[in-house]
């Protein structure tokens, strides 16, 4: 299985699942011009040009972090990534992994976006806090969106988060999202995953 990832951007999600999985992968770094760091153009692997992407071993492509995440969640259950299929508790992960795509990844856009302007930024930013304060919310002692066990939502909101303090959001109202990025952070699979991906520990 090959992970085609952008360093530091929304495909680190997918890249600790997969260590905290612990099945065997390739990562495969893609860099802005769209080139792939075994010399391939990314854009004849995956036609919509964006990251993460995963080949299956049979050749089978994967995108969109709503599909890829439970997929790597569900190669190892005695991860804990995910419940198992059918169950409530599963949907319970896609839901919230549904939430950090389209409420807080997406929202992050015009803070990276050259070009946006300081009212689309101050807009973005206001977005953003107020999805985030629905998570502060909702975590009561709960040391993960779900419960006691990361699953690939946790994997998920923990990148966004990781790019709050490179875009001036700030989390000091919402203590409880600081002390969970501080917890997500910890966890040696994401150590392993910022490493590989050349990140600042
Ligand atoms: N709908 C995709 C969006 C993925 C996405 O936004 N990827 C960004 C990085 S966070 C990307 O590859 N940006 C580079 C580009 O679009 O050229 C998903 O949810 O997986």
């Given at each position: 299985m090959k992970l085609y990832y952008l360093a530091g951007a929304c495909s680190l999600a997918p890249h600790i699942s997969l260590i905290e999985a612990g099945v065997a992968f390739e990562a495969i770094a893609v860099d802005r011009q769209k080139q792939t760091a075994d010399g391939q153009d990314f854009r004849t692997i995956s036609a919509k040009g964006y990251l993460p992407a995963l080949v299956l071993d049979d050749g089978e492509l994967l995108t969109e972090n709503a599909a890829l995440l439970p997929y790597i969640g569900g190669l190892n259950p005695a991860a804990k990534l995910i419940p198992a299929p059918g169950t409530l508790a599963h949907f319970r992960v896609t839901e919230w992994t549904a939430y950090v795509c389209s409420e807080i990844h997406k929202n992050f856009g015009p803070l990276f976006r050259p070009g946006s302007t300081d009212e689309m930024k101050a807009a973005a930013r206001e977005m953003v806090l107020g999805r985030l304060a629905f998570i502060e919310n909702s975590l009561g002692d709960k040391p993960y969106l779900t419960?006691?066990?990361?699953?690939?939502?946790?994997?998920?909101?923990?990148?966004?988060?990781?790019?709050?303090?490179?875009?001036?959001?700030?989390?000091?109202?919402?203590?409880?999202?600081?002390?969970?990025?501080?917890?997500?952070?910890?966890?040696?699979?994401?150590?392993a995953a910022r490493k590989a991906e050349n990140l600042p520990a």
């Open positions: 419960g006691n066990d990361f699953t690939v939502a946790d994997a998920y909101l923990y990148v966004t988060l990781s790019w709050t303090s490179k875009v001036a959001v700030d989390l000091g109202g919402l203590p409880k999202l600081a002390a969970y990025l501080a917890r997500c952070a910890a966890r040696p699979a994401v150590q």
